[in-house]
Nanobody, 125 residues
Framework: QVQLVESGGGSVQAGDSLRLSCAAS????????MGWFRQTPGKERKFVAA????????YYADSVKGRFTISRDNAKNTVYLQMNSLKPEDMGVYYC??????????????????WGQGTQVTVSS
């Protein structure tokens, strides 16, 4: 069992940066593949980024490549999402998710076993 708690959301201007954090409970955090998704009202959750358990392999949605960076600190049971050059279209509720180890299907919410409660990111132009 893994419990996830996101933090770091807020309201910013376009072009600003935010860093989201996701703190996980459970001694087996280090074996999970971790992902970030974004959801806007009335829409399905969309994949943003994922990172494998070692932190060596990372995956990004095309819309955030070059602007967002996912990382993890297994000693702190925490995964991060550094978001730079934010755009209004990045706005939404960001969810952290954990998946048993896998290297495919990471863009699908159904591939993940545990979810956090979400943190709101608002970007004004």
């Amino acid at each position: 069992q893994v419990q996830l708690v996101e933090s770091g959301g807020g309201s910013v201007q376009a072009g600003d940066s935010l860093r989201l954090s996701c703190a996980a409970s459970g001694r087996t955090f280090s074996v999970y593949t971790m992902g970030w998704f974004r959801q806007t009202p009335g829409k399905e959750r969309k994949f943003v980024a994922a990172i494998n358990w070692t932190g060596i392999r990372t995956y990004y949605a095309d819309s955030v490549k070059g602007r967002f960076t996912i990382s993890r600190d297994n000693a702190k049971n925490t995964v991060y999402l550094q978001m730079n050059s934010l755009k209004p279209e990045d706005m939404g509720v960001y969810y952290c998710a954990a998946s048993r180890p896998r290297d495919s299907g990471l863009e699908y919410p159904g591939s993940y076993d545990y979810w956090g409660q979400g943190t709101q990111v608002t970007v004004s132009s």
